[in-house]
């Protein structure tokens, strides 16, 4: 089994920070991209940062120079730091993985989502 858990969302006002962590725990092998995705209320779930196994990042245009993926292989663990929020930033965010399992099965997980919530 993989999980895919998510936190540090939350309420802050506009102009504020949040940093998102996504853990991955289970059989995992290797993990080759992970990848935030968000989904504001009423609309459809996209993209807003990957980041490759070798550390090559592709951000969403309304997020480039304000949010920052990385990642830790050691730990499993990806993250989002997120600056300069506004309010049309608020929705779920989720925490998505391309991984190898212990098994030899190359497979994609999503997290169950973090909410993030920006103030005006």
């Known amino acids: 089994q993989v999980q895919l858990v998510e936190s540090g969302g939350g309420l802050v006002q506009a102009g504020g920070s949040l940093r998102l962590s996504c853990a991955a725990s289970?059989?995992?092998?290797?993990?080759?991209?992970m990848t935030w995705y968000r989904q504001a209320p009423g609309k459809q779930r996209k993209l807003a940062a990957t980041?490759?196994?070798?550390?090559?990042?592709n951000y969403a245009d309304d997020v480039k120079g304000r949010f920052t993926i990385s990642r830790d292989n050691a730990k499993n663990t990806g993250y989002l730091q997120m600056n300069s929020l506004k309010p049309e930033d608020t929705g779920v965010y989720y925490c998505?993985?391309?991984?190898?399992?212990?098994?030899?099965?190359?497979?994609?997980?999503w997290g169950q989502g973090t909410q993030v919530t920006v103030s005006s």
């Open positions: 998505n993985a391309d991984l190898r399992t212990t098994w030899g099965s190359f497979r994609n997980y």
């Open positions: 289970g059989s995992i092998f290797n993990i080759d991209s």
């Open positions: 980041i490759t196994s070798t550390g090559n990042t």
